[in-house]
């Protein structure tokens, strides 16, 4: 389905009972809502309505020109809200998606039933620029993501998952080396200047934060503190997961969140 905005299109996809409490999922950098994929029939099967929806310049919701800010890719996620007249959600974003999730708790609280912090940080990393900065030379060269695909793949799942999975592992590397350049760039942008650390504790909503105790990018002491800083937060650590926990092991994932979610079910 899709929503057009501003001459812009944001591609979303819902299914469920339109009285059931509602799961929005938001994906990582140079995914789509695809990666989603496993969770869908289990939330259903639990009894949820579930959202999914590509960022701007991802999947297939149009790019948007320039550099994004955080703040304008979670005022896409609330445009998405008002047009399906959703009120609130649970809320569970996987890196740039967990980004979405902690702007969403602080800057639209009304709208946070609960939230899911999956392998993110509360602020650019520290070496942000300079990561991103080489990323954004080589796919600029190249005018492709494809460069880029082998490497995140190598972060985001591990050698056994490809062996196991060779297909779908094919298929999210496609995925990745498809995303449109300007999108990429755009959203990295948005990664490369944010801070809600200071504003962490403003978050009312329940947090669980996970991370994959072998996705390179999840350091254990920076997810600690931001469950430590959130109101009502708690981390689980999932073991031997890499940077996409929710694909890697879907049953452990689903498991986990639908248990929370159905804590804060209301």
Avoid at 3 to 9: E, M, P
Avoid at 98 to 125: F, K, N, Y
Avoid at 201 to 224: C, F, K, R, S
């Amino acid at each position: 389905m899709l929503l057009w905005t501003n001459g812009r299109k944001i591609y979303y996809d819902v299914v469920g009972p339109a009285d059931a409490p509602v799961v929005y999922f938001a994906h990582s950098l140079a995914a789509d809502s695809g990666m989603w994929s496993d969770q869908v029939p289990a939330f259903l099967a639990a009894g949820y309505r579930v959202l999914r929806a590509d960022m701007r310049g991802h999947g297939g919701s149009d790019v948007a020109p320039g550099n994004y800010r955080m703040e304008q890719l979670i005022a896409d996620a609330v445009l998405l809200l008002d047009h399906l007249e959703i009120a609130k959600v649970h809320f569970c974003g996987l890196s740039i998606g967990g980004m979405i999730a902690q702007g969403l708790g602080i800057l639209h609280p009304e709208r946070v039933a609960s939230l899911v912090l999956c392998d993110t940080q509360s602020q650019s990393p520290a070496d942000a620029r300079e990561r991103w900065g080489k990323r954004t030379i080589v796919i600029q060269d190249a005018n492709s993501m494809a460069p880029l695909a082998e490497a995140t793949m190598g972060r985001w799942l591990s050698a056994e998952f490809k062996q196991r999975h060779p297909n779908l592992w094919q298929q999210v590397h496609d995925t990745v080396a498809a995303t449109p350049v300007q999108g990429y760039i755009g959203c990295a942008a948005a990664i490369q200047d944010f801070d809600w650390t200071p504003r962490l504790p403003e978050i009312a909503a329940p947090a669980l934060v996970l991370y994959g105790t072998e996705d390179p990018a999840a350091h254990p002491q920076d997810n600690q503190k931001i469950a430590d800083a959130l109101q009502n937060g708690e981390l689980l650590a999932l073991e031997g997961a890499r940077h996409l926990p929710n694909m890697e092991d879907p049953d452990r994932f689903n498991r986990i969140v639908i248990d929370w979610c159905n804590r804060w079910r209301g």
